[in-house]
Structure formats: C-alpha cells, structure tokens
C-alpha cells in the first residue's frame, strides 16, 4: 500500500523510513538522521495548561521560551478553550499561519507560506473510520489536525487517547502525533535537551 506525504505529495510504500522525494521523516529512527528539525508544534486543546500543573507541557513552554520550538494553536484550540485560565492561555498561544501562497498574488520570497494538502476525508476517515455521522467534538478533532497539516506544523502534541491510539496511521502520512511526555523524551534524546 502506498501512503502520500503531508509535505510534498509523494507516494511512499508501507515501512518506508522517510519520503523518497523530500526525505521528510516517517520513522523515529529517520528523524535521528535527519536534516529537519522538530521546531513547529501545535496544541491540541488537551494541551492548553492553564494552571501550569503539567510537568511535561511545563517544559515544552520553557523550550520556547529559549528560542528552541514553537507552540502554535490552530483556531480550534480556541474555539475549544473552557474558562477564564484556559481561554487566555489559548489567546496567547501563537496562532497557526494563514497566509497561505497564492499563485497570481503571492510572490517568492515574500511572507507567505506554501500550503499543506487538505486531506480532511483521510482524516476523518483515520480518527473515526466507524463513526457514520461525526459529532461536534470529534468534527472539532479532524478539522484541529487538518489546520495543524495545512500550515505545515511539524508535530501535533496531546493529551487526547483517540489521536494518540492513531499515532501509528498517521506516521505513514508523515503527520506525527504524540503526547507530551513522548514528545519531550524525543526532543531530549535527538537534540540532547535538558
């Protein structure tokens, strides 16, 4: 079976490390020899950590802090936001971009950004394969993951156990999925943070 990467379109065979065409990773073990680099990371809603009660959110927010990542917040991740606390740490989460390229209007070397594949059906079809009719939560989910993919975030972090039981699906499309804690024994075994 062949699986088309989220970065540049290609289709790669099953137990492909990384893409043939643009060598995005699609292993873990690729990602220890790879030229990219996890710096773009969006918040599921599960991730919002308000009260800073979440040891390894706590380190991701102080990563970027230093400069290392970004934590960026699809829109959903405000829609979703609940109370006071939540909803401003939400707002003060960097938005994911919009800007997307536009053949025609945009020009090279501008502020634009080219866009992600919309792969909203793949998606849904991943996260809920059996759900005939999605309800607003689960609507919420795909469309959270379809912004994360568009704007090209490298990795999508949280808390939720529906996309972290979809990790493995969703690595064969280049989309990388953990929880906090994952993501954070990662960073510090590729790049030997502390």
Known sequence: ME???VKCGHKNATGTQECAACKWPLTIEAWEKSEYKIFKITKDSSCINAKQQHPALNQLEEWEKQGRLRLQG?????KEAQGSFQQAKAEATTPLPTNFFILG???LNGGDIFAGPEIWDQLRAILFPTV???NNNQ???VNHLAQHVRSGGDV????DTNFIRKQEALRRYGIWVFSPEELVALLKR???WN
């Open 156 to 159: 999508f972090v949280t808390s």
């Open 74 to 78: 699809a829109e959903e991740l405000r």
């Open 132 to 134: 005939a009719e999605l």
């Open 3 to 5: 699986y088309e990467c």
């Open 139 to 141: 609507m919420s989910d």
């Open 105 to 107: 209007s945009s020009c």
């Open 190 to 192: 590729l790049y030997k």
